[in-house]
């Protein structure tokens, strides 16, 4: 085709030019060689070669193969990929450059800067590192609160592998991470990041080629719930502190409430109840005891008649509850039958059973 008519023809011209410049007995030699380089895939690699004054002809050769040549006119280029730039130093010596452009894997190789009618050459290797992808297998994690999880990180296509590390943005209370090889791909490496999280935040893969100070990272969001029910029922839970203090509150109220009720009802104990037969109301009080003078003095001015009443129905009621009793009873006949009348609010009178 065309291309390789004109790579043809290029390569006439450099070898007319080979055996135009040749010149036996010169004194030129290489002052000094190139040195290596390490690039990442696409980028440009550069090569110095600096000779002493009186040279014909310089040649470039990547992998064995002559890619450029530099007369003291101009370069000859073959490819495109492949270009020139030259300079003098302080000496006076002529510093030819190779600038390999878009660099590929399959660039790696050595470099050779040798001079037309010399024995002299002078080497340089070049590595060509490649930088592949880089994954966490979801944009999100959701995760329990201090219970323990993984995360995994995954370098595929890399050249040489990556060095792995992890940027932990998360509140933990422990994490560690290691990587390995993954089986049937050598070129691919796996770390894992274990990790016990107690709030949110994110997780940053970062792997590294160091050589050629690059690297590439892959981050995910970490989100962190609380246990179900805060492992309710499960032996050996315990309740929140709000809750414990929630039930002693509770507690307390209920034990105060049955002492409370406890207390009125020892005191007082009002009940009413009906006689049989003549529906007569009875009323009834827990404290039956007799003042002493000194209270029955203090409290006759209080309601005094009212106060009469009521210790007259209490004598009537315990007296019906007697009789009642009596009725029961085996005996003669005849019993004598007991009546009273209350003549009114203010006056009480006694009876006595004959």
Request: glycine letters at 6%; aromatic letters at 8%.
């Amino acid at each position: 085709g065309e291309g390789s008519r004109k790579e043809d023809v290029a390569v006439a011209r450099v070898h007319r030019q080979l055996l135009v410049s040749w010149a036996p007995g010169s004194g030129y030699q290489i002052v000094v060689g190139p040195n290596n380089a390490t690039v990442l895939e696409g980028a440009e690699a550069r090569f110095n070669c600096t000779v002493s004054p009186g040279w014909k002809l310089i040649m470039w050769a990547l992998k064995g193969t002559v890619v450029l040549s530099v007369t003291p006119r101009e370069p000859i280029i073959t490819n495109d990929r492949f270009t020139s730039a030259s300079y003098e130093d302080l000496d006076g010596n002529f510093v030819s450059e190779m600038i390999i452009h878009d660099t590929q894997p399959s660039d790696s190789g050595w470099v050779r800067c040798s001079l037309q009618n010399s024995d002299l050459e002078a080497f340089a290797f070049l590595a060509v590192q490649v930088m592949g992808t880089l994954s966490i297998p979801n944009n999100s994690i959701v995760v329990t609160e201090d219970q323990p999880c993984t995360v995994t990180c995954r370098a595929l296509g890399w050249s040489p592998l990556p060095d792995i590390s992890w940027e932990v943005a998360v509140p933990v209370s422990q994490s560690s991470y290691y990587s390995f090889l993954e089986p049937g791909e050598p070129r691919s490496t796996v770390s894992v990041l274990t990790l016990t999280a107690q709030g949110n935040g994110t997780l940053t893969c970062v792997a590294n080629l160091r050589s050629v100070q690059a690297h590439k990272a892959a981050a995910v969001n970490l989100t962190v719930v609380q246990s179900p029910s805060d492992n309710a029922g499960e032996p050996g839970s315990s309740l929140p502190t709000w809750a414990i203090a929630l039930l002693a509150v509770l507690l307390t109220s209920v034990f105060i409430l049955i002492f409370v009720l406890i207390i009125i009802f020892c005191c007082c104990c009002p009940s009413w109840r009906k006689k049989k037969g003549n529906f007569f109301p009875h009323i009834s009080f827990c404290n039956t005891k007799k003042e002493s003078p000194e209270t029955k003095s203090k409290n006759e001015g209080e309601n005094y008649g009212f106060k009469n009443v009521l210790e007259g129905l209490a004598r009537l009621l315990s007296l019906g509850r007697i009789t009642e009793t009596k009725k029961h009873q085996p005996g003669p006949a005849s019993r004598p039958q007991v009546s009273f009348n209350i003549a009114s609010p203010q006056k009480v009178r006694n009876a006595t059973l004959v």
